[in-house]
């Protein structure tokens, strides 16, 4: 079953929709400079450091997978493990509020990667108990379930024990499907956790409006049967029903073949995926699998798949995995879906 911890994308080299791209590099620009400049109607402006009464909007609690947490003030020396905590927290220019990350496991987007540079670097994967408490957090922010695993040492409670409050990924948090309602909510969450609302609404709206423009230029296309390739050779390990992956496919009007599977990835055998006869094959780009190149020999490579639509016609589309989390990315992969599932239908 998937928990998270085996996957970790590497370097996407995808073509993003220009359009979505810019406006998002324009947010996170605006973020900066409202952080830089006297402050704006809406966002909290607070020195951590200065006694009184708690900033406009404070205290905040949120509720995150069954942890209550009361904010009295903004965060202000935050940890994030995974890479799409913190191109989220980046995109909100929350850079000042920082102090280290850790598992870089893609090449961050190339919008946000001076902040990310300027942020140390705690670890390779994720970091030990006594590396975070090192940093100094008043916050851990992560982004799989394995950011707070247990058996390392690195519980949520543990943090609590120690002082520090800690977030968790909402795609972490249970066993529901998971929509890209849920990214708008995370970053919402954040919005709201460090006094920064208007920035996040700002974000959201620029997301939901590049998402809807490329569902809609697909929307009377023909739909396209979709298999999730992720890893496996003896059997498929491929995203099911409750996955982003297939609330991605469908805005990108296509479907995926094994929506029917209950989970959020599971293994299917080649048979089945023989007989649901995908036109499209999207391969879920990340290391420890074998590269985007070695996974498209080897179905090319397989005589039960020779006759598959897919793989006859070599129709293949490459997603990096963080694309297909909850964070930032995800509204970057409905336009490039749209696009290799409708050559044509994007500008």
């Known amino acids: 079953m998937y928990n998270g911890m085996s996957h970790s994308p590497q370097d996407p080299s995808l073509r993003r929709p220009r359009a979505l791209r810019a406006s998002v ?28 009464a708690p900033p406009e909007g404070f205290p905040v609690t949120v509720d995150n997978c069954g942890v209550r947490t009361t904010y009295d003030e903004p965060p202000a020396r935050v940890v994030t493990i995974h890479q799409h905590p913190a191109e989220l927290m980046l995109a909100l220019g929350l850079r000042s509020r920082m102090v280290g990350t850790a598992f870089p496991d893609s090449a961050v987007l190339p919008e946000l990667e001076r902040d990310f540079e300027a942020v140390p670097e705690l670890a390779e994967r994720e970091p030990s108990f006594e590396t975070v408490l090192d940093a100094g957090p008043d916050l851990v922010y992560g982004g799989y379930g394995s950011a707070f695993d247990e058996k390392e040492g690195r519980s949520r409670t543990a943090f609590a024990d120690a002082g520090i409050d800690t977030y968790l990924n909402r795609e972490y948090c249970g066993k529901k499907k998971v929509t890209m309602e849920d990214t708008y909510a995370e970053i919402r969450t954040i919005g709201k956790i460090f006094g920064v609302t208007g920035r996040a609404e700002k974000l959201v709206s620029t997301l939901e409006s590049d998402v809807d423009e490329a569902a809609s230029a697909v929307a009377s296309e023909p739909e396209v049967p979709v298999f999730v390739y992720d890893s496996g050779d003896r059997t498929a390990f491929t995203a ?15 479907r995926n073949v094994f929506a029917d599977l209950d989970d959020v990835f599971g293994d299917v055998s080649w048979e089945q995926v023989v007989n649901r006869k995908p036109e499209v094959i999207a391969i879920y780009d990340y290391a420890g699998a074998g590269s985007v190149e070695q996974k498209k020999e080897f179905l090319l490579s397989q005589p039960a798949l020779a006759d598959v639509p897919a793989v006859k016609n070599k129709r293949f589309v490459v997603l990096p995995l963080t694309a297909t989390l909850v964070g930032i990315r995800s509204a970057y992969a409905v336009g490039d879906l749209a696009g290799g599932l409708h050559p044509g239908s994007l500008r």
């Not at 996170?28 to 402006?45: D, K, P």
């Not at 099911?240 to 296509?254: M, P, V, W």
Request: aromatic share 0%.
């Open 25 to 52: 590099a324009a947010a996170a620009l605006s973020a900066v400079l409202l952080t830089a400049g006297c402050g704006s109607s809406g966002e909290a402006r607070h020195d951590p450091g200065t006694a009184g």
């Open 240 to 254: 099911g029903g409750k996955s982003l992956g297939t609330e991605l496919i469908r805005l990108a009007g296509g």
